[in-house]
C-alpha cells in the first residue's frame, strides 16, 4: 500500500527541455520518477547526498538542470539568479507515528515528539497544527533510535522514511498508529512545500 502521492502543478511559462533532474534522498525522488516514466518529461534521475547547497552547486555548475527543493529555497534561489520555479502541493507524504491513539490534534501537546528535517516538510506542516508543545529535531537516523527505544513516543517522518520505520516496527512486533498529518490540519489544505526549480532553456509565448 503506498502511503504517499505527490502532484506538481507546473506553473512554468517555458518549454522545460531538462536532460537531468536531482533531489536529496526525500519523497521527491517519487515525483521525479513519476514525471519521467509517464513521459511528461524527457530526462535522466540523478540522486544527490548532502544538502541543497549540493544540489545548487550542481545546477550552477550546469552538470544537472532541474533540481527539488523546499519551496522557500526555491523562491530565494529564483530571486537571486532569475532562475525559473514552480510551486507544488502534497498530500499523504508526512506521517506522524505513535504508540498510543490519536483522537485530535489536541493530544499531541502531551507527547513526546521527535522528528528530524527542520525547515523541511515536516516541519512545515507540523507548524501548521498551532501547537504549543514542539518536537525535538535531529538526525533522522537518531530520531528513529529515539523513537524505537522509547525515549519518545510520537515520532513526525516523511516518506519514504515512513515505510522504512514501519517495516522495522512490524519485525519488533510493536504496536504502533500512523496518521496523515494533514488529517488533523484539514481535507482542503493546500501549501506549497517543496519546488521544481530550473534554469531556462528556451521561453514560449502562451
Known sequence: MKLFSFVFFIILSI????????????????????????????????????????????????????????????EKISKLTGW??????IS?????????????????ENRKIVSSFRGGSPDI?????????????????????????GNFDTIVLPEPHVSNLLLKLSKLQKNYYVYDIIDFIGKDFRFPINALLCKIKKRIKL
Open 15 to 74: 518549454n522545460l527541455y531538462a536532460y537531468k533532474m536531482a533531489s536529496l534522498a526525500n519523497p521527491n525522488v517519487i515525483s521525479m520518477a513519476v514525471m519521467i516514466e509517464k513521459g511528461y518529461i524527457n530526462a535522466e534521475f540523478v540522486p544527490v547526498t548532502g544538502d541543497i547547497s549540493s544540489l545548487v552547486g550542481l545546477i550552477k555548475s550546469n552538470k544537472v538542470d532541474v533540481i527539488a527543493v523546499n519551496y522557500e529555497a526555491a
Open 84 to 89: 525559473i520555479y514552480s510551486g507544488s502541493t
Open 92 to 108: 499523504r507524504a508526512v506521517y506522524i507515528i505513535t504508540n498510543k491513539s490519536i483522537d485530535n490534534k489536541d493530544v499531541l
Open 125 to 149: 506542516l507540523f507548524q501548521k497544527l498551532n501547537l504549543k508543545n514542539q518536537p525535538t529535531y535531529t538526525d533522522m537516523q537518531i530520531a528513529v533510535q529515539l523513537f524505537l527505544k
